[in-house]
């Protein structure tokens, strides 16, 4: 792959990856699809005022449509779930996108993974999943509506990695801005929609305002926009081992910041994600670079 695209994925891991810790210092307001909305509905508009001028046609109602695959289904069965299932366990399922994503590019594919027979990047996607399971300590929920729940967000992972595969497909053919506009623009209504805001309104003073703001532009607004450009100029497999390295780097974070322990297991895991992720972005990378 081209030293930008390598440098753009490592940015965006670093930048989703301390998530966490920009929550410590900005916590979020607002409720998750709200949050989503207005975050997708600041870059829409910061991407039609780039994109007005340049040559190219507008994305269609296919952008639209897998866009909202790729960015909404996980919010809402997450914000859905609540407390009946854990948060670590949401996490852990994200893990499971490349294994959807290489199963569809598999569907794909004439001939896709040969050399290792039918199907055979399955192998390092599952192991990643496998690692993350080391990794994160989840918990399968007691309760029956947890674990519906919980089958929702495995739906949810699978419907991400639609998402993931076919936004590739129609994003090549559109100028840059304006597919990022349409697929922010299309998220912003559809998750507004869906949020469930209640009648408990919330209050956001001035200092905490500034400091949404300065998030927005730090950190959230960059992390869409280097998906959409990422999903565009990647390949999907190669794409998915972000959901891998995404974690990966939350957990080295903490474990550096926070002095947080570890043990045999945690070790397995982290190199179980990391040789996943480094399979599967070597897999796209020769074959780019044999084309």
């Not at 490592?10 to 709200?34: H, N, T």
């Not at 859905?80 to 366990?89: E, I, K, N």
């Not at 996607?125 to 990794?135: M, P, R, T």
């Not at 100028?175 to 209050?203: I, M, N, S, Y």
Request: with cysteine; net charge positive.
């Amino acid at each position: 792959m081209r030293g930008k695209v390598w440098f753009g994925l490592a940015l965006l891991c670093l930048l989703a990856g301390s998530e966490w810790i920009a929550d410590l210092v900005v916590p979020r307001f607002l409720p998750a699809l709200l949050g989503l909305s207005v975050r997708c509905g600041f870059v829409a508009v910061v991407a039609a005022a780039l994109g007005w001028r340049r040559r190219g046609r507008w994305g269609d109602w296919r952008i639209l449509s897998w866009g909202v695959c790729l960015l909404v289904p996980l919010p809402l069965v997450y914000a859905g779930a609540g407390a009946s299932v854990s948060f670590l366990t949401k996490l852990l399922v994200g893990a499971f996108v490349p294994v959807a994503v290489v199963f569809l590019r598999a569907q794909d594919e004439q001939g896709f993974g040969v050399e290792r027979g039918q199907f055979g990047l399955l192998v390092p996607a599952l192991a990643g999943f496998g690692g993350s399971a080391l990794v994160i300590a989840y918990v399968v929920p007691v309760s029956a509506i947890g674990r519906v729940w919980l089958l929702l967000i495995f739906v949810a992972s699978l419907a991400t990695g639609v998402g993931v595969v076919r936004l590739h497909e129609v994003l090549r053919g559109v100028e840059f801005w304006r597919g990022v506009g349409t697929v922010t623009g299309g998220v912003a209504v559809v998750a507004g929609g869906l949020c469930w805001v209640g009648w408990q309104p919330w209050v956001v003073d001035g200092r905490g305002l500034a400091l949404g703001l300065g998030r927005l532009v730090l950190v959230d607004g960059p992390v869409l926009v280097l998906t959409v450009w990422l999903v565009r100029e990647m390949e999907p497999v190669g794409f998915a081992a972000r959901y891998l390295l995404v974690p990966l780097v939350t957990v080295v974070e903490s474990y550096v910041v926070v002095r947080a322990g570890g043990d045999w297991t945690m070790g397995l895991g982290v190199m179980l994600m990391a040789g996943a992720s480094w399979m599967l972005l070597r897999e796209k990378a020769a074959g780019q670079d044999a084309g």
